[in-house]
């Protein structure tokens, strides 16, 4: 397959309206009616108006702490004398990691002024995460970016931008393991019936691991490069600490 989708889902004029913030605002919207389902269905002790507040607090975490992590972990000398850019959205970038760590602020906040318990409503939210993930990483596909090594697999595909050889389609792996298995995992597999805690750890292994293995067919950002012995990535050191972290609290962690 040779990748010729145009990332532009409408223009009007000069203005254009791009597929990846499209398959955002579907993220969202699944997000919403999937959470709803289970309110309706009393799989959670959230109220609608509760949950509506909740996706207001995640939607500014996953933008702030989006753009801020991308100029922090992935373009930090460049933001250090050109800081202004953090807020020119319009140019894309998006940390995963930076916008996990703006929800997690957001759910700290959200508790706080709710009265909430923390692990409560984070063992709510990240069931439904890889919706997000997987819209998100159909975005990255349309839009032909964070492509794979070269590679002979018969589902290869050439990246024209980039130039003709067949490539890991590595956005589709990410939104395969990320999106619809971690889905699956956390939603079907583990019982609901789990101790708090237990799927917000799960959350944070599976995906960090899910990541971790597929940042070795992905192509690292140009302007980084490898860390270290010509394999380790960005992606997979922002992925140990959240793997540290779901182990410990799996482990160790007492209390809610």
């Known amino acids: 397959m040779i ?15 791009y597929w990846y913030g499209v398959m955002y605002l579907i993220g969202f919207l699944l997000v919403w009616f999937v959470g709803s389902f289970y309110i309706k269905n009393k799989i959670t002790n959230l109220s609608q108006d ?18 801020v992590g991308h100029a922090i972990f992935y373009n930090f000398s ?10 020119y959205i319009w140019n894309g970038g998006m940390s995963f990691h930076g916008g996990f760590i703006g929800v997690l602020l957001s759910i700290l906040l959200f508790c706080k002024n709710k009265k909430k318990l923390f692990f409560e409503i984070s063992d709510f939210i990240v069931k439904l995460v890889p919706i997000g ?21 018969p589902w290869g595909i050439i990246f024209p931008k980039v130039d003709n050889a067949i490539r890991h389609p590595t956005q589709l792996y990410e939104a395969f393991l990320e999106g619809i298995l971690l889905f699956i995992i956390l939603n079907f597999l583990i019982s609901r019936k789990q101790k708090s ?3 917000t750890a799960y959350f944070l292994i599976l995906y960090s691991l899910f990541r971790f293995v597929v940042e070795f067919y992905r192509v ?20 140990l600490p959240m793997f540290i972290l779901g182990l410990y609290i799996l482990r160790f962690k007492k209390g809610s």
Not at 55 to 64: A, N, S, W
Not at 78 to 87: K, Q, V
Not at 144 to 149: D, F, I, M, N
């Open 3 to 17: 990748h010729k989708i145009n990332p532009i889902f409408i223009s009007l004029g000069d203005f254009h309206i």
């Open 220 to 239: 690292p950002d140009h302007h980084i490069g490898y860390l270290a012995f010509n394999w380790v990535t960005m992606g997979q050191v922002l992925c």
């Open 78 to 87: 460049y933001t250090l004398e050109n800081p202004i850019t953090i807020f």
């Open 50 to 67: 509760n949950f509506s507040d909740l996706l207001f607090y995640g939607f500014l975490g996953v933008l702030i702490g989006g753009r």
């Open 133 to 153: 993930l997987f819209t998100g990483r159909i975005g990255n596909f349309i839009n032909g970016e964070l492509w794979g090594k070269t590679s002979d697999v």
């Open 197 to 199: 805690k237990v799927i």
